[in-house]
C-alpha cells in the first residue's frame, strides 16, 4: 500500500497502517537501505492505483517520481490499473482526456470511472467503479502479464485487444405474453459480465447491450438495455459495424408468443388448458455472419447452450450449430442438470472453424473469458495489422 501525501492526509497514516498491517509512506527517503523507490516497483507482479486523482493521472503521464508512488509507477513493469475517480469537470477536462489517452497509449489499464453519485450533491460520470470490478478486472490483468504494457502486440503471443472495438451481448430475453407475462430463460448475464471484464483489462473499447441483467452496470463501457430478441437484433445489427469482434454471450429466446395480449390472461373458471402458439425469432448470430458477406470481419463468436437429446450429445449438436452458423468460434455449455446459468463456474467446449476443440473443465466463468479472448486475439492478429493506439 502505497499512498500519496494527500491520501496521508485524507485518511490518515494509522488507518492504512491498521488495515495494511504494514507501516506505510509517502516518502523516498525512508528506508534507503532498501532503495524502496525502486525494489517496490521491480519486484511487484501488478500495480493497483485505485481511487486516481486527476492530479495523479496528470503527474504519471509527465514521469514525476516525487513521492514513493510515482517512483515505483516508473519502474514497474508489470501490468498497472488505475481507477480514476473525480468530479465530472475534472474528469470531461481536455487535460484529462489527453492524460487519459496518453497512458493507455503507452499500455496501462485506464477503467473508465462508473456514473453516480460523487463527494458533493452532484453525480454524474466520475464515481469510483465498485471495488468488485476493479479487482476483476486488476485479476484478468495479472492473468495478461505478458500481454499487456507497452512492448504488448503481434510479436508477443498475440493476444492484446488495446485499442480493438468490441461488441458484447450478455443476459437473456424474454418475450411478453400479456402484460404481467414472459416467456424467458435463465442466463443471468454473468459470462457475458465476465467477457466484458477481461476485454477491458486487455485495452478493448466495449460495448454491451445487456437483456435483462440484474448485476451492477460494469463501469468503463456503453451500455444499453434491450428486454426482447427483436430488441436485442435491431440494437447488434446498429452496433455492429464497425467493431472487431462480436460476442454474443446473450441468450436470445429462440420463440416468441404470435401475439401479446393487451389485458392480463385470466384463469379459465373451467380449469381448461390455455394453448400458446409461438413464432420464431431471428437468428441474430447467423444474420451478423450473413452481413459480413465473405470476409472474416468481424470476429463473431457465439454461444451455445445445448444439452444431449434422442439425436446425438451436446457436441453433437454443437458441432452442426457452428456448421450451420458459420461463426468463428462457438462456445458450448452443456446446461443439462442445472449446470451454468446464474453460477460463478463454467464447464465449456470452445469450438473453433477450423476444427480446433479446447475443452474448458471447473474454470470460473472469468477464466473461460480468458480463453476466449485468446482464441479471438489470434484470429485478429492473423487477420490483419493492429489499429493505430489511440
Ligand atoms: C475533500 C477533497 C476531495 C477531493 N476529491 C478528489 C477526487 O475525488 N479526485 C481528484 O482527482 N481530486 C480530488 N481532490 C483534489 C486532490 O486532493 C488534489 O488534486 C491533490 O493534489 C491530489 O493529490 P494526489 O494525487 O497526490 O493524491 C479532492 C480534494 C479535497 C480537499
Known amino acids: 500500500m502505497v499512498p500519496t501525501r494527500s491520501a496521508l492526509r485524507f485518511v490518515g497514516r494509522p488507518t492504512w497502517e491498521a488495515l495494511s498491517g504494514h507501516p506505510v509512506t509517502d516518502e523516498v527517503f525512508a528506508n534507503v537501505h532498501e532503495v524502496a523507490h525502486v525494489a517496490l516497483g521491480r519486484s511487484a507482479d501488478l500495480v493497483v492505483v485505485a481511487p486516481a486523482t486527476a ?8 514521469g514525476r517520481a516525487d513521492d514513493l508512488l510515482t517512483a515505483t509507477l516508473l519502474t514497474a513493469r508489470c501490468p498497472v490499473v488505475v481507477a480514476p475517480a473525480m468530479h465530472t469537470e475534472m474528469w470531461e477536462h481536455p487535460a484529462t482526456r489527453d492524460n487519459v489517452s496518453t497512458l493507455r497509449a503507452r499500455g496501462t489499464i485506464v477503467i473508465d470511472p462508473a456514473t453516480g453519485r460523487l463527494t458533493g450533491a452532484d453525480s454524474g460520470p466520475g464515481r469510483l467503479p465498485e471495488p468488485a470490478q476493479i479487482v476483476a478486472i486488476a485479476l484478468a490483468a495479472l492473468g495478461r502479464s505478458r500481454l499487456v504494457g507497452p512492448d504488448a502486440g503481434p510479436d508477443g503471443t498475440g493476444t492484446d485487444l488495446r485499442g480493438r472495438r468490441v461488441l458484447i451481448t450478455a443476459g437473456g ?12 430463460n435463465r442466463s443471468s448475464g454473468r459470462m457475458g459480465y465476465a467477457l466484458v471484464t477481461a476485454a477491458l483489462a486487455r485495452g478493448a473499447h466495449v460495448s454491451v447491450v445487456a437483456a435483462n441483467v440484474t448485476l451492477p452496470d460494469p463501469a468503463g463501457v ?22 472487431d469482434v462480436v460476442v454474443m454471450a446473450a441468450a436470445p429466446s429462440d420463440f416468441r408468443p404470435e401475439r401479446i395480449a393487451e389485458a392480463k390472461i385470466k384463469k379459465s373458471p373451467d380449469g381448461s388448458v390455455q394453448h400458446l402458439r409461438l413464432v420464431q425469432n431471428p ?46 468460434l462457438l462456445v458450448v455449455n452443456d446446461v443439462g442438470g442445472g449446470r451454468v446459468f446464474g453460477r460463478d463456474d463454467t464447464e465449456a467446449v470452445v469450438l473453433d472453424r477450423d476444427g480446433a476443440e479446447h475443452p474448458v473443465s471447473h474454470a470460473s466463468k472469468s477464466e473461460l473469458a480468458g480463453i476466449v479472448w485468446d482464441l479471438v486475439g489470434k484470429r485478429l492478429d492473423s487477420q490483419r495489422p493492429g489499429p493505430s493506439l489511440l
Not at 55 to 62: G, P, Q
Not at 286 to 301: D, F, I, M, T
Open 55 to 62: 492530479d495523479l493521472l496528470a503527474r504519471m503521464v509527465h
Open 173 to 184: 430475453t424474454r418475450e411478453p405474453l400479456d402484460p404481467v407475462r414472459y416467456v424467458g
Open 222 to 243: 456503453t451500455l444499453t438495455a434491450v428486454e426482447t430478441t427483436a430488441e436485442l437484433h435491431d440494437q447488434v445489427l446498429a452496433e455492429s459495424d464497425g467493431v
Open 283 to 328: 437468428d441474430i448470430l447467423a444474420e451478423l455472419v450473413q452481413r459480413r458477406a465473405g470476409s472474416r470481419h468481424p470476429v463473431v463468436v457465439g454461444f451455445a447452450a445445448e444439452t444431449g437429446d434422442a439425436d446425438g450429445d451436446v457436441l453433437t449438436h454443437a458441432r452442426a450449430k457452428l456448421a450451420r452458423k458459420g461463426c468463428d
